[in-house]
């Protein structure tokens, strides 16, 4: 296998578009909150308290900490709608907050409703803050959070987002992200190419955006849905130029799996560990009776055989969605454990339990040592897995190296014995539908394997969460785009069983990736 590689870095000339165009429908707002080390048992907008507190400051990664040790934090800021954001008018788009933060505990209010909660590892969100905004509403937004006990606490991130869900032209931040993918696509593999998208960029006719309403009420609202609609062609003309690369782009296929990766132990007693568990599969069936589409995985059977015992009715659910092609217990082994220390016998008893329960529960033994958080890997691995009816082998802590980059994605492990496995190199774990970031790994997948089928793992991870419905959404805007390869959800033995068995496999003649039509 062709050793891994690095995503190149795209041109100034395009990087320079597209930050010009998010600054037309994105705003980072984290220089804005007003800021209490107090406590308080109630939310600073129901009395106004906030009107009085000074301004957060930002440190040089331009992030708000605090101090370590449960502190507790309130934040606050109420957001009035502009008329225009850079120009780009607002009427009538949907506003969302995306928030990350690094807090223990961190509590969303939305005019004095608490709307969601998160921690330490459930770290981000977005979060609609209008359906339709109106230029002079307001809405207030408090954040009240608690700092990790080892850790200065942080609000990582603040951004306000305003999309067009409706009508043929979306916002302009989507559009530079369908650049973004494209023009990924076209510097790894074809990057003579990256000339036709700039010279596409011209098409973009910036005088329309460059000066703000003018108008009053009505005569208002008018004026500003004419200029984005003639922003907006503009927009379409740049993407009717570019829409020859389309069907390139979707010849490649992204597979997402839905994900809630679940220390079974770590910093949280073991109550926590079920807990978390049964909240997450309860999410995700939750979500899959709103789309249909989703597809999910876990590992550790050991948390299964507590469901069958404490939750009944959800273990025979989950069983039901693994006999409906819904769920996979992608597992191999008892849950995921150290293989560094452990002996044979008790990674043989890991492998055997682990693979007769899903024998005996779910139908069939699981094909995939799914592995992606264990550090590390002893050499006689290759053997107890395959003898334990394993073929995969997968993991996404070989990258976490920065001394001796792993060089392989999609490799042949042989153990001392002479026993062969293949080893897969996961996604990252604990990941958000990120159009940017998926193209930048899928396409260093295809560049290292020559495969344009790839794999993605959104949902939260360490304390248990999976996908949310935003994600979800997401989702299913990019795979309507036409500048972002064929999304579809789906399992993950199926997929590898597609890149290394025959006809396509790694003993037949690999398939070259698609080429870029020339017209």
Request: charged share 20%; net charge negative; with cysteine.
């Amino acid at each position: 296998m062709p050793s891994a590689t690095a995503c190149p870095v795209l041109p100034p000339p395009i990087l320079e578009t597209l930050d010009r165009l998010r600054a037309l429908s994105q705003k980072d707002v984290r220089a804005t909150w007003h800021l209490s080390l107090k406590p308080s048992e109630t939310p600073p907008a129901l009395a106004n308290r906030w009107q009085t507190w000074p301004l957060a400051a930002l440190d040089d990664r331009g992030y708000i900490p605090w101090p370590k040790g449960n502190v507790p934090l309130w934040l606050h800021q109420r957001f009035t709608w502009p008329t225009d954001l850079n120009g780009y008018p607002l009427e009538g788009l949907t506003a969302r907050l995306a928030l990350r933060w690094w807090a223990n505990q961190a509590d969303i209010f939305v005019n004095g409703q608490l709307v969601q909660s998160g921690d330490i590892f459930d770290c981000w969100t977005r979060i609609v803050l209008s359906d339709r905004v109106v230029p002079g509403e307001w809405v207030d937004v408090s954040l009240k959070m608690l700092s990790p006990g080892h850790d200065d606490g942080a609000l990582v991130q603040a951004q306000l987002v305003f999309e067009m869900v409706e009508g043929n032209c979306p916002e302009p931040g989507f559009v530079a992200d369908e650049l973004a993918v494209l023009a990924t696509y076209l510097a790894q593999f074809d990057p003579e190419k990256l000339d036709d998208v700039t010279g596409a960029l011209s098409s973009i006719d910036w005088n329309l955006i460059g000066d703000s309403v003018t108008k009053l009420g009505a005569e208002a609202d008018l004026e500003g849905q004419e200029k984005r609609n003639e922003f907006h062609q503009s927009l379409l003309v740049l993407r009717t130029s570019l829409a020859h690369f389309s069907s390139w782009l979707k010849q490649r296929t992204v597979h997402c799996l839905g994900h809630a990766h679940l220390d079974l132990a770590w910093l949280w007693p073991v109550s926590d560990t079920w807990a978390a568990a049964e909240s997450t599969f309860r999410s995700v069936l939750a979500l899959q009776n709103d789309f249909p589409e989703l597809t999910f995985s876990h590992s550790s059977p050991a948390l299964f055989a507590w469901l069958e015992e404490h939750c009944p009715d959800l273990f025979v659910t989950i069983q039901q969605q693994v006999k409906a092609g819904r769920w996979a217990i992608d597992a191999g082994l008892w849950v995921e454990p150290d293989l560094n220390l452990p002996g044979g016998e008790a990674i043989a008893r890991q492998i055997l339990y682990g693979q007769r329960y899903c024998a005996e529960k779910f139908g069939g033994t699981s094909a995939i040592a799914w592995l992606p958080d264990t550090f590390g890997f002893c050499w006689q691995l290759p053997q107890l897995l395959t003898q334990g009816g394993i073929r995969y082998f997968a993991t996404q802590k070989l990258r976490w190296n920065d001394t001796n980059p792993f060089p392989y994605d999609l490799f042949t492990w042989q153990g001392p014995d002479g026993s062969e496995i293949t080893g897969v190199t996961l996604p990252p774990i604990g990941t958000d539908i990120d159009p940017v970031a998926m193209a930048q790994y899928a396409s260093q997948w295809e560049a290292s394997t020559g495969y344009a089928d790839s794999l993605w793992l959104p949902g939260v991870g360490d304390h248990g969460g999976g996908p949310t419905r935003d994600m979800l959404l997401k989702a299913r805007r990019w795979a309507d785009s036409p500048f972002f390869p064929t999304l579809n959800f789906g399992h993950a033995a199926p997929l590898f069983d597609a890149l290394t068995l025959p006809p396509y496999g790694r003993t037949a003649v690999r398939p070259n990736s698609p080429s870029p039509p020339y017209g």
